[in-house]
């Protein structure tokens, strides 16, 4: 039995010592981390006309490579939110920065085709506006919910290309980050 424990411990040790039975290569260094640029403020992109109960809103299509570029203001898949009371005038202000063709309009969830208001969509929301163009749009939040700011162009919400709008029954108009889903 010593005679096996001294065979194996020298079999060991020669392996040891003439790297056979393991790798000599250091080991690879860990991942860097990537810093990401910090999103823009959000305070920014809404400006408050309470006495008018009106808001214009910002939406910068493409704003940053923050989602691979799908993204409203540097945000995407819900990051944004956007809260209005009932009965506030909503003018959206729309940019594409972006390299791709977007759009933006609210609807009420994911694969919606319509508008939730009228007049709540950048025209032709389908086909999308180029680097560069610009539109506005404005709508009256006649409803209390939760609805979607979305890029219409096929395949960009399902790319997270949204964030959200709620309207709610009374408060003051607000917007905020939030972590998406």
């Known amino acids: 039995m010593a005679r096996l424990f001294l065979v194996v411990l020298a079999t060991a040790l020669f ?7 393991g790798s000599s290569a250091t ?23 309470a006495a008018r ?7 910068i299509a493409g704003d940053g490579h923050s989602n691979n570029g799908f ?28 390299s791709f063709r977007s759009s933006c309009a ?6 919606a085709a319509r508008p939730a208001f009228a007049g709540a969509s950048t025209p032709n929301p389908v086909v999308g506006y ?8 404005s709508f009256a939040a006649t409803r209390v919910g939760t609805y979607r700011l979305a890029s219409l162009v096929p395949g960009q919400e399902p790319a997270r290309m949204w964030d959200v709008l709620e309207v709610t029954r009374g408060g003051r108009p607000s917007i905020a980050a939030r972590p998406g889903p």
């Open 71 to 98: 993204n409203f203001d540097g945000y995407g898949r819900g990051e944004l939110l956007v809260s209005v009371p009932r009965g506030w005038r909503v003018t959206v202000h729309y940019k594409n920065a972006g």
């Open 53 to 59: 109960r009106a808001v214009e809103l910002t939406l």
């Open 15 to 21: 392996a040891a010592i003439t790297g056979c039975g």
């Open 106 to 111: 609210v609807v009420t969830g994911p694969s």
């Open 27 to 49: 080991p690879p260094p860990p991942p860097r981390r990537v810093a990401t640029p910090a999103k823009p403020p959000p305070g920014q992109f809404l400006r408050v006309h």
């Open 130 to 137: 180029r680097n560069g163009e610009t539109s506005t749009f």
